[in-house]
């Protein structure tokens, strides 16, 4: 046993981000002089058994903006029932990297902004060899209850990194795109990520479907699905312009291998309503196994869309319905209601568009806007929903026409707002 212990504090919603930090040890020394602890439940006779055994705990955390307040009570509860002497909180992931002063506020020791998958692993081996932390480029700090911030790190190459970690048992979607650059105002990628797109290789993504077919092997059929915040923009150098002839490339090339199924501009990787052109669905379809081509439309008010930066219109959701639906795929079409500045007459306009879609066969995924670290709306109050359209989308609901739970996105949206007034209230902004 060694004497220093890394803990990832897993879940169902951050395994996708814990998969390439992970898989970014496997091939280091580091993971030689720690072990890495996963409990399979978390509780404090479990914890206690960890922390007893050894003479460092580095915990690890990656969360969401809406997770913040259970993550907090999560914190401040370890750190009243054991010894603070032993244990090293860091951070990463959307919330923090959005609000890295806030986290380290909240109590974490370390907050890693951005990007991970190099940062992650040099800042254990800086923690393992009690190496200056000024050193380093990606992070923020406390020490002796000052705030510190290095210098940001520079932007990665995607296909210098692994997607998914076979020691873990770790297997996410494919990340073939990172970046966006529209820059939405209630969207955390662009600030995560920056605006500059960067893509995976067309080899680098082969390499790594061909090493999930050989794990998956024996199965009926391996199912490849991708991470991207605009799939149908893979392989433009602007993220604006499409590289049509690349996606199709992608996809014939995984094709040709035996039992593989491909899921495309689906979810978790969706697209944007004006990239839906009828000639490049037509040379895609005979490649995927979806049904479903998902975009996002946000809203059906074109005051609301130019206010939030979404840089398409009204009329580009309702021609990408056309299209999807004249290739033989169903429309999947996210929208958000709350967004800030919405007024009632823009809600109705929504609520006719759905109306619309619906009538035209698409389906509908509904959305109730959270403000997110990070974002020009960080500090933005969702607006609430009028009762009656409220009550026709539950209609809706009922008959199968559309996905999302409006109360759960409510209650976490409004438990967002109410979590940032109780740190205001206490000090910690």
């Known amino acids: 046993m060694k004497e220093i212990a890394l803990i990832p504090r897993f879940s169902s919603k951050n395994w996708y981000s814990f998969a390439p930090l992970l898989a970014s040890l496997e091939n280091t020394s580091i993971i030689q002089n720690l072990d890495i602890c996963i409990p399979q439940k978390w509780n404090d006779s479990i914890l206690k058994n960890i ?23 999560e914190l401040q509860h370890i750190k009243e029932k054991f010894s603070l002497s032993k244990l090293i909180f860091i951070a990463g992931g959307p919330h923090p990297s959005g609000n890295p002063q806030q986290t380290l506020r909240l109590g974490f020791d370390i907050v890693v902004k951005g990007e991970g998958e190099r940062i992650f692993p040099e800042l254990l081996d800086y923690l393992l060899k009690h190496r200056n932390l000024e050193d380093m480029n990606g992070i923020f700090y406390r020490e002796n209850d000052r705030l510190c911030i290095s210098e940001s790190a520079p932007l990665l190459n995607l296909d210098e990194y692994p997607t998914f970690s076979q020691r873990f048992n770790l297997y996410p979607p494919i990340e073939i795109t990172r970046g966006c650059p529209f820059g939405c105002k209630y969207c955390e990628v662009s600030y995560l990520f920056g605006r500059q797109i960067r893509h995976r290789g067309i080899e680098t993504i082969l390499k790594i479907v061909k090493a999930y077919q050989k794990i998956f092997a024996g199965k009926r059929s ?26 199709v490339k992608l996809l014939q090339n995984i094709a040709k291998l035996d039992n593989i199924r491909i899921f495309f501009a689906t979810f978790p990787s969706e697209t944007r309503p004006e ?18 081509i998902a975009f996002g439309a946000q809203s059906g008010s074109d005051a609301i869309l130019q206010q939030i930066g979404r840089q398409h219109n009204v009329e580009d959701i309702r021609n990408a319905v056309t299209t999807i639906l004249d290739v033989g795929l169903i429309p999947l079409v996210d929208f958000i209601l709350g967004l800030p500045g919405e007024k009632i007459e823009d809600q109705y306009q929504t609520l006719d568009l759905i109306r619309e879609l619906i009538q035209n066969k698409a389906e509908i995924r509904i959305h109730y806007f959270m403000p997110l670290a990070g974002t020009p709306f960080e500090t933005a109050s969702p607006v609430p929903i009028d009762p009656t359209i409220l009550s026709e989308l539950g209609r809706f609901a009922k008959k199968g026409y559309l996905q999302g739970n409006l109360d759960v996105q409510i209650k976490n949206s409004n ?13 910690f902004i």
């Open 51 to 73: 922390i007893t055994k050894y003479n460092l705990i580095i915990f690890a955390y990656s969360f969401y903006t809406h997770e913040t307040p259970k993550i907090f009570a």
């Open 222 to 247: 391996t199912d490849i699905r991708f991470i991207s915040p605009n799939a149908l923009a893979y392989g433009s150098r602007d993220g604006r312009s499409p590289n049509y002839s690349k996606i």
């Open 275 to 292: 990239f839906i052109k009828e000639s490049i669905l037509r040379e895609i379809v005979p490649y995927l196994s979806n049904k479903y």
């Open 415 to 427: 438990q967002i707002v109410k979590f940032q007034q109780f740190l205001e209230k206490e000090g």
